[in-house]
């Protein structure tokens, strides 16, 4: 029996795969990489066999993110050895491995929006003609690159006119449209929905079916299992193994992840529902904003002190943009809002700050964290900007400040003037949450707060979600795992088409219920 059958949680079955090359297209022996006196990658084997998917797994922290940029020519080895096709190689630049035939496609798209799809395809190696871009052969490559992939896009449209979805096949389509060896797909899924992530298969298969190599990184262990042939997993920076999926349990994962048993792993309750407030601390009304493709109607948002409201629904609901809304960082058009009972007008996040309305976006490192600034200047940068330039906090003010959050959040490592940029998504998150927190909110809205970090990070964010709705703050829960939304939330809306549909205590919920709620068409009753 497959031992991922024992575990009854209803996961598809992997497709049958042709059978991978024994011989390792990439090699990579005894890989060490130390920053300063830190060493965060510390004599690691790594092999990659041709036609096969290998999933990357480990912590945030872990080393999966070096071992890829020394893999793609971002960083060097400190000691160690790379060899692809046999022949030993050092890549001195990310261009470097693309010639080899190493493609990366990371999980924050990095293509031009405002460029054409072929434009995006052929950057950097657009034909010319004459000494001027050839349209014509641009176009005609960037067609066969998508069609060798079964991907019906134009490669005239604009990038930026699709979905997340599609540019990032879109992605997968430039990495690809070279002589490809191998493929790096960092975070692929975590921004699709159940059928995005079906086309996304779909295309993998494609390409291994070719003989390509595919590097996966996911923390969606449902999808790992799915299209996986082997595993590696790492733990501080260094190898605990290599595993055929079916000869290891989920659970076995997580515990070689963690470096803990399943008995130590805490399981996150769900919490209690907080004693009936008789003013909501945050109360919405008819919440109304146009906008072309998305958009929300007529939303009604009630949320109590020390509750956990849950926003559920699929991508292109309304979550997101009813959070923005609710925290002013989209104006509405109509509708009605109050903050402790007294109304109030968000017209910008300056002002839902001041009534203390706080907002974690979904897009970290656009709309978050300042990966060029210190932990300290991340974490006090807020409270500086409400004070104002006139009133600045004092050197050991913000010290004081950033320590007591990074002890408060267990941050790591523990050091106010490290890089934010080079923090694990987890510890950002963490660094992120401090900055909103040290504005002393009283409604904190969250949206898809542990997209793209590790089982235990996660379980940190939901314990801590948890903790601080238990000292009476409010919060709005935003998640595409609706078992992570019934797991932290008290209570649960339910999206469609940007109008809530319903709004349901946790505790009458299963997660089969709310996915047959969620997926339900938008006509139904």
């Known amino acids: 029996m497959d031992p991922r059958a024992q575990e009854g949680d209803g996961a598809p079955a992997a497709p049958p795969r042709p059978a991978a090359s024994a011989s390792p297209v990439v090699e990579i022996t005894g890989a060490t990489v130390r920053f300063g006196a830190e060493t965060v990658l510390d004599g690691v084997d790594f092999r990659l066999l041709q036609g096969e998917v290998h999933s990357l797994m480990g912590e945030n922290g872990a080393g999966k993110s070096t071992l890829i940029k020394a893999l793609t020519g971002v960083l060097p080895l400190d000691e160690g050895t790379i060899r692809v096709a046999g022949e030993e190689t050092r890549f001195a630049s990310p261009a470097a491995a693309i010639a080899a035939g190493i493609g990366t496609v990371y999980q924050e798209i990095d293509l031009l929006p405002n460029l054409t799809v072929a434009e995006n395809i052929c950057l950097g190696r657009e034909p010319r003609r004459f000494g001027a871009l050839d349209w014509r052969t641009m176009n005609r490559r960037a067609a066969e690159a998508l069609q060798v992939l079964g991907l019906d896009i134009d490669p005239q449209s604009v990038l930026g006119t699709h979905s997340l979805a599609v540019q990032q096949l879109v992605a997968i389509a430039r990495a ?13 899924t975590s921004s699709l929905d159940l059928d995005e992530v079906a086309e996304l298969f779909r295309v993998m298969r494609e390409l291994t079916e070719r003989g390509v190599a595919i590097l996966f990184v996911s923390h969606f262990l449902d999808q790992v299992y799915e299209v996986s042939d082997r595993i590696t997993v790492l733990r501080g920076g260094r190898l605990v193994g290599e595993y055929v999926p079916a000869e290891l349990l989920r659970v076995g994962l997580v515990e070689k992840m963690l470096g803990r048993t399943s008995e130590e792993l805490t399981v996150i309750d769900r919490p209690d529902s907080p004693a009936g407030a008789a003013v909501p601390v945050l109360d919405a009304t008819g919440l109304t904003r146009a906008a072309v493709g998305r958009g929300i109607a007529e939303a009604d948002v009630h949320v109590a002190e020390g509750e956990v409201l849950g926003l559920a629904g699929l991508l292109g609901s309304g979550r997101t943009e009813l959070a923005r809304a609710l925290t002013g960082v989209d104006r509405l058009d109509t509708g009605s809002l109050s903050v402790g009972g007294r109304p109030a007008e968000l017209t910008s996040p300056r002002r839902g700050i001041a009534l203390g309305v706080v907002y974690s976006s979904e897009n970290r490192r656009t709309e978050g964290i300042i990966g060029g600034l210190s932990v300290q200047d991340n974490i006090t940068l807020a409270l500086q900007a409400e004070r104002g330039i006139v009133h600045r906090l004092g ?49 904190l809205v969250l949206d898809e707060p542990t997209r793209g970090i590790d089982v235990g990070a996660k379980v940190e964010i939901q314990r801590l979600v948890g903790e601080l709705a238990d000292n009476g703050l409010s919060v709005v829960f935003i998640s595409a795992e609706l078992d992570e939304v019934l797991r932290v939330s008290h209570r649960i809306a339910v999206l469609r088409a940007g109008r809530i549909v319903d709004t349901i205590p946790a505790e009458q919920l299963t997660p089969d219920a709310l996915l047959a709620l969620v997926v339900q068409p938008e006509d139904a009753s």
């Open 395 to 443: 050197n050991a003010r913000r010290r004081e400040l950033a320590q007591s959050w990074i002890e408060a959040l267990d941050i790591r490592p523990a050091d106010p003037d490290r890089l934010a940029g080079t923090l694990s998504g987890g510890n950002q998150q963490k660094v992120l949450l401090a900055r909103l927190l040290a504005l002393s909110p009283r409604v």
């Open 176 to 188: 690809t449209s070279i002589d490809v060896r191998v493929l790096v797909l960092d975070e692929p």
